[in-house]
């Protein structure tokens, strides 16, 4: 992977001896500081877009300020946990939250972590886990029985099936959602799963539609909520703040991040 804050360092120190403009240590670790901030916000657009069609993915954008001496920095990382569009799909095993709130899902070597991608499947022990991030079970653990016809899962989280030679469901399980204080401060791990920090607070669980917490549908998934004109729009302000920085000091030929990328 190419570092393009490097790149741009290696060209501004070679100015020192072309004598284009003198500067010093102190200016270029500012510089430095500046262009690799820069490079990171132009990452996380290009992360955010890279997601958009997975499900219920948020976008994380970055705040960054200046620090005398310093240059920019990333004060904080902001996940936007506005709500993405309903996609209908009929199938039983897709699940949106509408409002707020998140699936509990946890591995075997795992603690427990929260998503609202709703995409859902059984596993070979008929468990109902993501079909993204490794098949992460939902908890508390619902297990579907070989003979169900039909799965029934309520605005509430009740989950039902219809057995062979049955017409009256049969409860199997409970959908728990988790709410959190400050849900935009949980740590995004995997492209849309998130786990716990001090300034998320705890989770509160709940059953859907009780509390803050949103409820169930049935048959649709929510999408992402990463819009691309928001994200060009971004990527085209950080290059055109990365090539005033390292035009201040290279006249007439400012590296591209686009040009240069990451690849």
Known sequence: MKNVALIALFLIAGCQTQRVRQISSVELDTIGNSLATLQTGYEMCACNIAYMH???????????????????????????????????????????????????????????????????????????????????????????????????????????????????????????????????????????????TPDSGAPILSEPGLGACGVIRQGMYEGSNVNMITEQITAMRIEQQYGALVRLVLPGNTPSLVAAGTR
């Open 54 to 196: 997975v499900a219920a993915y948020k976008a994380s954008r970055p705040v960054m300020e200046q620090v005398p001496g310093s240059g920019l920095r990333i004060a904080r990382i902001i996940t936007d946990m506005s709500q993405g569009p309903a996609v209908q799909t009929g199938r039983e095993l897709d699940l949106m939250i509408d409002g707020a709130g998140f699936f509990v899902v946890r591995t075997e070597d795992s603690g427990n972590m929260y998503s609202r991608g709703g995409v859902f499947a059984l596993n070979s022990h008929r468990e109902i886990v993501t079909i993204s991030h490794g098949g992460q079970r939902l908890e508390p653990a619902i297990v579907v029985p070989e003979d169900a016809m039909r799965l029934l899962i309520s605005e509430s989280g009740r989950v039902c099936v219809v057995r062979t030679g049955s017409v009256e469901p049969e409860e199997i399980g409970q959908v728990q959602l988790a709410c959190f204080p400050s849900a935009e401060c949980l740590k995004s791990i995997n492209g849309g799963v998130f786990v716990e």
